[in-house]
């Protein structure tokens, strides 16, 4: 076995845990810049080693390995002298971080969403009053065109008459949209009635 690899292989994972550790007090200073990627490597121990970060010294390793060097060169920032308990404690203050981003984005993003579906259906309810008034004005228009044809009886006409004319008088501020307030209905005598 050669002493020299196995060396430069301890060296190189001493690094890494080193740049790992700078990595975690830098991403807790400033958690919009990590990754979907970097985020999700936050979620578990194993899933911490095996992080690796694009342009840093941050590569995987393997847990134990990750434990073991972390206990060596990381005990004078522990309080309490175990390194990888530092180390794991910063991954987990970084989680707790990006959770609460994430959630308060997701809550953001529910509220947007709720709030163009209330646009929607609002849209689509004035699409829809106005496809009903100009349905109602159609059949309206129609009722009074046949109450001027000829052919109908003169009881019935009146009788038509009157019951547009009612109707206009109740439901025409409805429709009229230059009216801020409902006018009075008029009172009227229809013939035949009670005193």
Request: hydrophobic share 35%; aromatic share 4%.
């Amino acid at each position: 076995m050669n002493p020299r690899g196995a060396y430069a292989k301890k060296s190189r994972n001493i690094e890494n845990v080193e740049a790992r550790h700078q990595w975690c007090l830098a991403s807790l200073r400033d958690p919009r810049e990590l990754s979907k990627g970097c985020i999700a490597s936050l979620a578990s121990q194993r899933s911490f080693a095996a992080l690796r970060v694009p342009g840093s010294r941050v590569q995987p390793i393997a847990l134990n390995t990750l434990k073991t060097i972390a206990d060596e060169i990381l005990t004078r920032h522990a309080p309490d002298g175990k390194g990888f308990a530092y180390l794991d404690g910063l991954r987990q203050a970084l989680k707790q971080r990006t959770t609460e981003r994430i959630d308060r984005g997701n809550r953001r993003s529910h509220q947007d969403q709720s709030l163009d579906e209330l646009r929607k259906r609002l849209r689509l309810t004035e699409i829809l009053n106005l496809q009903r008034t100009q349905a109602y004005v159609d059949l309206f228009s129609k009722l009074v065109a046949l109450t001027q044809t000829t052919y109908l009886d003169d009881g019935v006409r009146l009788r038509l008459h009157n019951l547009l004319q009612d109707h206009k008088d109740l439901s025409g501020p409805l429709l009229s949209p230059n009216s801020a307030e409902p006018s009075t209905p008029l009172l009227r005598i229809i013939s035949g009635g009670k005193p």
